[in-house]
C-alpha cells in the first residue's frame, strides 16, 4: 500500500463493504455453520504472528500505520474498532475480507497463508492468545472460529502471560490499564513514576497475577492515557483518576502500589480510602517532594521534548547510560511502549509535555497520617528522596508503617534489583495476608 488518495479511497470504500456485510458464519453452499472454537482458544502461533508482521509492515502499514491504530479515514484493527468491524464475524470472514480487499492498490496478490499469517498478527496485536498450533488457511476451517471480544468467564478467572489493553473513562479522561487477568483475585493496582507507562511493570506484573487480580496504569497523561486539556497533573488530580477507575471497576481490598510520583498517589488514595484499601507499597518515595527534585525533572522534560531522539535504539542507548544496574529488557520495554515519533520522525516520549505543571513542591501528611492499612516503603539505598528524618516521622506517624533499604541501588529499585525487591514484597503480603 502506498500512502495517497487512491489508498485512502479504497480503503474507505473497504470500511464500507466490510460494514455492509453481514457477520454470519456461512459455508460455500450457504448454510450457516455451528462455531466450536473461538479466538480465546489459541488458535494461531508467535512463529506465525511474527511471519504475519512481517508480512504486514511490507504491504499494509503505509495506510494502517505500524501500530494497526490507522488514520483520519483508514480504520484501526485494533481495540474497538476491531470489535465493532469483526465482533460476532469469524475468522475465515476476516480472512475473506482481507484477501479481497487488500493491499487496497492490488487486492488478492498475495497468498493464501501470508493472508492467514497477517489475520494471526492481527489476533496477536488485539491480545487473543497464542497456541501450539498455526491458523490453517482453510476457509471452510476458519469460519468455524468465532471473533469474540469478551473472553470466556472461565478464561477470565486465570492469570495471563500478557496483559489486556483495556479502558475505563473518568473524569472525562480515557485513561488506560494493562489487565493481567485473574478475576475475582483481590486487586493489586500498579501505578508508575512521572513520564513513565504502564508497561514498566511487565518484568514483575506476572509474578503477583497468581494470587491477586493485576492491574497497571497508564496515568493521565502518560502513555496510551488522555491528555487533561487544563493541564491538571498535579498528585491529587491523579488520585481523583484512581477512584474513578475502583468506582467503575467496583474494587475494594485493594493492593495499590507505586514507584515515585506513583508512590505519593497511592499514599493520598489510601489515605483518603481506608476503606477500600488492604496495603501500600510506596518505592522510593514519600510524603514530600522538595523544590530542588521539582524544578530539576521540569527542566529535563522540556529538554528531552524539545530534543527528541534520532531512533529508540538512541533513547534506549541513554537510557542504559544513565541506569547501568537495569536490565536491558526492562529498559527497551520503557523506550518501546514509552515513546513515539514526533512529526518530523525523531522519538520523543509518549506523554503530555504539560505534565511537569504537577511536578511541583509537594507534602502530602495529611493524606498519609489516615492510612490505617498496613504499609511499607522500600527505599534505594544510594537514593536521598526519602531521607533519614522523614523516614523517622514516618515511624512516629504510622505505627504500622515498615521502612526496608536495598543497599547499593537508585529510585527504582524493582528494575535494578526485581528478585530481592519481590522477595521483600511477597514477605510483606504474606504478613499482611495473615493478620487478615
Request: with cysteine; aromatic share 8%; net charge negative.
Amino acid at each position: 500500500m502506498t500512502r495517497n488518495m487512491p489508498c485512502i479511497l479504497n480503503i474507505a470504500l473497504a470500511c464500507a463493504a466490510w460494514l455492509a456485510s453481514p457477520a454470519l458464519t456461512m459455508n460455500a453452499s450457504g448454510r450457516q455453520l455451528s462455531s466450536s472454537r473461538t479466538v480465546w482458544d489459541g488458535v494461531y502461533t508467535e512463529e506465525q504472528a511474527t511471519r504475519g508482521q512481517t508480512q504486514y509492515m511490507q504491504t499494509c502499514a503505509a495506510c494502517h500505520a505500524k501500530d494497526l491504530r490507522g488514520g483520519s479515514v483508514v480504520p484501526s484493527l485494533v481495540e474497538e474498532s476491531f470489535s465493532f468491524l469483526f465482533g460476532g464475524a469469524s475468522v475465515g470472514e476476516l480472512f475473506s475480507r482481507i484477501q479481497r480487499l487488500m493491499p487496497s492498490d492490488r487486492p488478492n496478490s498475495l497468498s493464501s497463508q501470508s493472508y492467514c499469517d497477517i489475520v494471526a498478527f492481527i489476533l496477536q496485536s488485539n491480545k487473543f492468545p497464542s497456541g501450539a498450533k498455526e491458523l490453517d488457511a482453510d476457509l471452510e476451517t476458519l469460519r468455524r472460529i468465532t471473533v469474540t471480544t469478551k473472553q470466556p468467564e472461565a478464561q477470565a478467572t486465570q492469570p495471563q502471560a500478557q496483559p489486556m489493553d483495556r479502558f475505563v473513562t473518568v473524569n472525562g479522561l480515557r485513561i488506560h490499564y494493562l489487565d493481567w487477568g485473574a478475576d475475582g483475585k483481590p486487586p493489586l493496582i500498579m501505578l508508575h513514576g512521572i513520564g513513565r507507562v504502564a508497561h514498566t511493570f511487565d518484568h514483575i506484573a506476572t509474578h503477583f497475577n497468581k494470587n491477586y487480580h493485576v492491574m497497571a496504569v497508564d496515568m493521565r497523561g502518560h502513555g496510551e492515557s488522555g491528555w487533561d486539556p487544563q493541564g491538571d497533573y498535579l498528585v491529587e488530580d491523579y488520585v481523583k483518576d484512581i477512584e474513578g477507575l475502583a468506582q467503575q471497576l467496583q474494587l475494594r481490598n485493594i493492593v495499590i502500589w507505586g514507584n515515585s510520583t506513583g508512590g505519593r498517589v497511592a499514599q493520598v488514595f489510601a489515605g483518603l480510602h481506608p476503606d477500600l484499601t488492604a496495603a501500600v507499597i510506596s518505592e522510593d518515595v514519600g510524603p514530600e517532594r522538595p523544590r530542588e527534585i521539582a524544578d530539576g525533572v521540569t527542566s529535563r522534560i522540556k529538554q528531552e521534548d524539545e530534543k527528541g531522539w534520532a531512533s529508540e535504539d538512541e533513547l534506549f542507548a541513554q537510557l542504559k547510560a544513565g541506569n547501568a544496574r537495569t536490565s536491558d529488557d526492562v529498559l527497551r520495554a520503557y523506550a518501546h511502549y514509552g515513546s513515539k515519533h514526533r512529526p518530523d520522525g525523531r522519538i520523543i516520549w509518549k506523554r503530555d509535555p504539560k505534565i511537569g505543571n504537577g511536578f511541583v513542591p509537594t507534602e502530602l501528611w495529611r493524606f498519609v497520617s489516615q492510612i490505617k492499612s498496613p504499609i511499607i516503603y522500600i527505599l534505594g539505598g544510594r537514593s536521598t528522596i526519602v531521607p533519614a528524618e522523614t523516614q523517622q516521622v514516618l515511624k512516629k506517624t504510622l505505627s504500622q508503617v515498615q521502612i526496608v533499604t536495598m543497599p547499593g541501588l537508585g529510585h527504582y529499585p524493582s528494575e535494578e534489583n526485581p528478585t530481592d525487591f519481590l522477595a521483600i514484597v511477597d514477605r510483606f503480603l504474606a504478613e499482611t495476608s495473615a493478620a487478615k
